[in-house]
T-cell receptor, first 116, second 112 residues
Framework: DSGVTQTPKHLITATGQRVTLRCSPR?????VYWYQQSLDQGLQFLIQ???????AKGNILERFSAQQFPDLHSELNLSSLELGDSALYFC???????????????FGSGTRLTVV | QQQVKQSPQSLIVQKGGISIINCAYE??????FPWYQQFPGKGPALLIA?????SEKKEGRFTISFNKSAKQFSLHIMDSQPGDSATYFC???????????FGSGTQLTVLP
């Protein structure tokens, strides 16, 4: 167990729908990162939050959004889903963007999203 | 500029052999180069990492070699074991935000 908890583990939904993926970071970690892993695009950084604030944005579609709550858990919202959004979505956490041990953060086991 | 190129795509090694995976990057601003190991159904797990001021780092059977002038780095797995069979990703990051740019992955199979 990495200490990063992602729910649900599997999600099957129809095109056009909206889903929410949840991530609880390791205890004490302030930064949360979201990544998408697909067969054709590999592992792609989506977005990072640090202590409730958006810190960095990667290849995240406008249909996707995220937030980090005061208890530091994070949610990734995916809307108007398309078949191509089917992928593994990983959350990772680290102590914080200024913390010297921020390197090598910890990934959760992921949520497998299937859009049908 | 953000790309990290990884090769080979797949690798088959006999037990006890040496597995070598290579990566090349373009962005000289990258300042941290980790390797991740991923088993089916699991998230990537940090294996070993190196900073550009060091040319080699060894942890057990795993060694990173880093060539700053060539903008290349590689993972060597000595005495490869069947339990090492997994997908390996190189990555790079820069800046305080620490988002990772990943290579495309190498599927390693170690035959018993």
């Amino acid at each position: 167990d990495s200490g990063v908890t992602q729910t649900p583990k599997h999600l099957i939904t129809a095109t056009g729908q909206r889903v929410t993926l949840r991530c609880s970071p390791r205890s004490g970690d302030l930064s949360v990162y979201w990544y998408q892993q697909s067969l054709d695009q590999g592992l792609q950084f989506l977005i990072q939050y640090y202590n409730g604030e958006e810190r960095a944005k990667g290849n995240i579609l406008e249909r996707f959004s995220a937030q980090q709550f005061p208890d530091l858990h994070s949610e990734l919202n995916l809307s108007s889903l398309e078949l191509g959004d089917s992928a593994l979505y990983f959350c990772a956490s680290s102590p914080g963007h200024q913390h010297p041990s921020n390197y090598g953060y910890t990934f959760g086991s992921g949520t497998r999203l299937t859009v049908v | 500029q953000q790309q990290v190129k990884q090769s080979p795509q797949s690798l088959i090694v006999q037990k006890g052999g040496i597995s070598i995976i290579n990566c090349a990057y373009e962005n000289t601003a990258f300042d941290y180069f980790p390797w991740y190991q991923q088993f089916p159904g699991k998230g990537p797990a940090l294996l070993i990492a190196i900073r550009p001021d060091v040319s080699e780092k060894k942890e057990g059977r795993f060694t990173i070699s880093f060539n700053k002038s060539a903008k290349q780095f590689s993972l060597h797995i000595m005495d490869s074991q069947p339990g090492d069979s997994a997908t390996y990703f190189c990555a790079a990051s820069r800046g305080s935000a620490r988002q990772l740019t990943f290579g495309s992955g190498t599927q390693l199979t170690v035959l018993p």
